[in-house]
Structure formats: C-alpha cells, structure tokens
C-alpha cells in the first residue's frame, strides 16, 4: 500500500528537519504538519533544553522562512512586542513643522480654520511612516511569510497572553491610531514554554499542543552524531548511556540535551575515546549546573560506568 501524501508529507518534514540538523520524531514533524496545514501555532512545552527553540530554528531553515523571535519576560508590554512609535522622528518634524508654522497658516481666518490645518498634519506623526514594528508586527507584515518565535511565553504576565489572542486567532493587529493590520501572508507561530507557570485556556485552545521530553537512548545518539559529527561511535553511546542513567537520580537539574551536546563536543577537544571514572568526574560540570548535583553523582560515577 502506497503511503497517503500526508505520511509522506510527514517522511518530508523529517528528513527535512535533518537536513537542518534537527532529529525530529513522528511526532513532532505529523504537529508541524497539521500546524501548516490548519494554520494553527504550536505551542511546545517541556523540561528545558530539549530543543523546543530549536525546532522553530528548523522549522525556519527548512522553509526557507525568516526567523522572528520574541523573547518573553514578566513586564513584557506593547510597545517591545508589538509596535512603538518613532518618537525621536515625530520630534524632529514637529521641529520642522513649528518653523514653517507662519506658512502654514497663513491666510487662515479665526481660530477654527488655523486648527483645521493644524489637524491635517497631525494625523501625519501617526502613519505607517512613523511606526517601530516590533517582533509580532514584522512577523505579520513579511510578504513571504515567517517563522515567528514567541519563546518562553510562561515567564510573561497573563495580560501579555491576552494581547496575543487578537494575532493567534485572526493573525492581525490593530492600533488605535492606524486601524487594524492583517497578516500579508500568516506566519508559523511556535510558542514554547518551559511549565514554569500554568498558561491561559484561551491560549492554549488557539494552539495545536505538543510536548517534548527527554529523548529516547536511541534518538538522543542520534543527535550527538548529528550535531557532533566527529565524535566515535562508541563514545557517543557511551556518554548518552551514562547521561539518561544520570537523569534517573534525584537531581535538582537533569541534564538536558544541550548539555549532552556540551559534553560531547568537550570530550572531542580532549580526544576522549571512551570514559573513564577521572574523565567522568573532572568534566561533570559540563553537564550538571549545581553544586549540589555534582556532589551526589561523584560518588555514582563507578557504579554508573559498570552500568
């Protein structure tokens, strides 16, 4: 039975997301699928670390799409996601303005008519001309379309989330001053969030949902040979076994794959060819980012090498 153009459009995505340097499972490449399809953002969770960043990255270079990324943070408002207003340049024409004033009113007659002039220059300071776009709005206003990257959207305020309904929803944008600004072509949207708080039902009911976890022992080899190419075989298979062992342990931080990719590209700089208690222990800082983690693995070591 031949496949359905869906799976191989899934097969596509994957091999695609490859390409790009990114070991992206069924999973994740069927919800980037039904995403474009639905025209649907994503909003991925899970621990960090686990690439949800980067499969907007991939995403983008698979598409041949701009990346826009909006980093969030508590406080984040308006006018640094949306779109501000180019206040020095207003300043500057009003400069302009007041020293052609005389001409501009001359031969007005009362009061009424000098502000009727008036008013027709200042709907002038808010235009497009004088508008800053900010992440969301760049990401609405590509012709060609874009990747926008709203990251780490649970360390913004609940108001923020409301502010992103509107563009989630309808992939438009409304100023009082302008009107209301569609989309020239929709962008792909994932959102990532790293559950450091719960996210609005209104949120996540726009959103098609994905979860990443750690990877498989199989899948995170992978990765290391992706993304560390050099490395021997056997020492990839070693370091990925000890780092899902280490993982298991009651620790304040797990190790991330970004930090089995920090291992891996430091033990090629000290042409390790296979672990040793001594390595283990003099690069465990690598992949372990508190004190205290490492002085509960050390004693480990041993027994998780035998293992």
């Given at each position: 039975?031949?496949?359905?153009?869906?799976?191989?459009?899934?097969?596509?995505?994957i091999?695609?997301?490859?390409?790009?340097?990114?070991?992206?499972?069924?999973?994740?490449a069927?919800t980037?699928?039904?995403?474009?399809?639905?025209?649907?953002?994503?909003?991925?969770?899970?621990?960090?670390?686990?690439?949800?960043?980067?499969?907007?990255?991939?995403?983008?270079?698979?598409?041949?799409?701009?990346?826009?990324?909006?980093?969030?943070?508590?406080?984040?408002?308006?006018?640094?996601?949306?779109?501000?207003?180019?206040?020095s340049?207003?300043?500057?024409?009003s400069?302009?303005l007041?020293?052609?004033?005389?001409?501009?009113?001359?031969?007005?007659?009362?009061?009424a008519?000098?502000?009727?002039?008036?008013?027709?220059?200042?709907?002038?300071?808010?235009?497009?001309?004088?508008?800053?776009?900010?992440?969301?709005?760049?990401?609405?206003?590509?012709?060609?379309?874009?990747?926008?990257?709203?990251?780490?959207?649970d360390?913004?305020?609940?108001?923020?989330e409301?502010?992103?309904?509107?563009?989630?929803?309808?992939?438009?944008?409304?100023?009082?001053?302008?009107?209301?600004?569609?989309?020239?072509?929709?962008?792909?949207?994932?959102?990532t969030?790293?559950?450091?708080?719960?996210?609005?039902?209104?949120?996540?009911?726009?959103?098609?949902?994905l979860?990443?976890d750690?990877?498989?022992?199989?899948?995170?080899?992978?990765?290391v040979?992706?993304?560390?190419?050099?490395i021997p075989?056997s020492?990839?298979?070693?370091?990925?076994?000890?780092?899902?062992?280490?993982?298991?342990?009651?620790?304040?931080?797990?190790?991330?794959?970004?930090?089995?990719?920090?291992?891996?590209?430091?033990?090629?700089?000290?042409?390790?060819?296979?672990?040793?208690?001594?390595?283990?222990?003099?690069?465990?800082?690598?992949?372990?980012?508190?004190?205290?983690?490492?002085?509960?693995?050390t004693?480990?070591i041993?027994?998780l090498?035998?293992?």
């Amino acid at each position: 039975m031949q496949d359905s153009p869906a799976s191989q459009a899934v097969k596509a995505l994957i091999e695609g997301f490859a390409d790009a340097g990114y070991i992206a499972s069924e999973a994740i490449a069927t919800t980037v699928f039904l995403a474009q399809q639905l025209q649907r953002p994503i909003l991925v969770e899970g621990p960090p670390g686990v690439g949800k960043t980067e499969l907007a990255k991939a995403t983008a270079t698979f598409s041949m799409l701009p990346l826009v990324r909006l980093q969030c943070y508590e406080g984040l408002d308006e006018s640094k996601a949306l779109y501000d207003w180019k206040y020095s340049k207003q300043l500057l024409y009003s400069q302009v303005l007041k020293e052609q004033l005389h001409d501009i009113l001359q031969g007005a007659k009362g009061l009424a008519e000098s502000v009727e002039r008036l008013k027709s220059f200042g709907d002038i300071f808010y235009s497009d001309e004088f508008l800053e776009p900010r992440p969301l709005l760049k990401a609405l206003r590509q012709k060609e379309g874009a990747v926008l990257l709203i990251d780490e959207i649970d360390k913004a305020d609940y108001e923020f989330e409301s502010l992103l309904l509107e563009i989630l929803s309808d992939f438009q944008v409304s100023i009082p001053e302008i009107g209301t600004i569609q989309a020239t072509t929709k962008p792909i949207v994932v959102l990532t969030s790293n559950n450091t708080r719960d996210l609005s039902d209104a949120l996540k009911r726009r959103c098609l949902h994905l979860y990443i976890d750690f990877p498989s022992r199989a899948l995170e080899t992978r990765i290391v040979q992706t993304r560390v190419p050099d490395i021997p075989e056997s020492l990839s298979e070693q370091l990925v076994a000890f780092i899902q062992q280490v993982r298991e342990l009651d620790l304040k931080k797990a190790p991330a794959v970004s930090e089995t990719l920090d291992w891996a590209r430091a033990l090629l700089l000290l042409h390790a060819t296979s672990l040793s208690q001594e390595l283990v222990q003099s690069t465990l800082n690598v992949i372990l980012k508190f004190e205290e983690d490492i002085q509960l693995v050390t004693p480990e070591i041993r027994e998780l090498l035998k293992r």
